[in-house]
């Protein structure tokens, strides 16, 4: 292939996204940022969870929308589980990520479920 200006163009952005993504994964490899990096997915998945209660009762629709909600929760909730469980011995951050937020997001349902019965 010639060594036109598009061409040094595509590679030179190629190789800015491969260092970058290089600098990434070894900025997380320190355990202290993987850590702090879950606890904010943990804590992001609770706020979320609390959100998604609030705006649907805000808008009034909520006995409409209920049943769907809870069954797109359950799914969403079971395809983590099953992406997360089936990586036999890879730990990769992403998939700390996606779990955390589950994580987070089932335990703030779990405790708006107790405050409803209180």
Known sequence: MQDTRPNRFTSSINRFFANLSNRTNLWLQNPWRRSSISLVSLLGGFYLA???????GMMGTAPKFNIAIATLLVVVVEGVSRIVYSQKG????????????KIGGTYSLFLDALHIVR
Not at 50 to 56: E, K, T, V
Not at 90 to 101: E, G, H, P
């Open 90 to 101: 890879r730990n990769t951050i992403t998939v700390d990520i996606i779990n955390a937020l």
């Open 50 to 56: 609390n959100l998604l209660p609030s705006s649907i």
